[in-house]
């Protein structure tokens, strides 16, 4: 637990849109260096918000159906659904706070 899960084009509706609690969707690729600064930030809040919100990864060159269905163009993006839609949205490498914020909202 604790760790971001990959999900693709054909899991994402069942492990994002379906659950039941919030669920923050990195969308990175590996030539991404900003997504590489954000990955440690985001595998720290997927500890400290364990149970309460899923973390899962994107990978938006392999998966480029949900990636354009939700508009991403500049990664890393950071989207939090909450009931199957997006609630909340941070673009390329912010501070540990600013996600938190998205996550507290997400939360209420």
Not at 43 to 60: C, H, I, M, P, Q
Not at 68 to 96: C, M, N
Request: aromatic share 8%.
């Amino acid at each position: 637990m604790g760790k971001p899960s990959p999900v693709d084009d054909k899991t994402f509706d069942e492990v994002v849109v379906k659950a039941t609690r919030p669920v923050l969707v990195d969308f990175w690729a590996p030539w991404c260096g900003p997504c590489r600064m954000v990955a440690p930030i985001v595998d720290e809040l997927a500890e400290e918000y364990s149970g309460r919100v899923d973390f899962v990864k994107l990978n938006t060159d392999e998966n480029p159906n949900i990636s354009a269905k939700y508009g991403i163009h500049s990664i890393p993006t950071l989207l939090v659904f909450k009931g199957g839609q997006p609630v909340g949205q941070i673009i390329g490498f912010r501070p540990k706070r600013d996600l938190q914020k998205k996550l507290e909202e997400a939360l209420t």
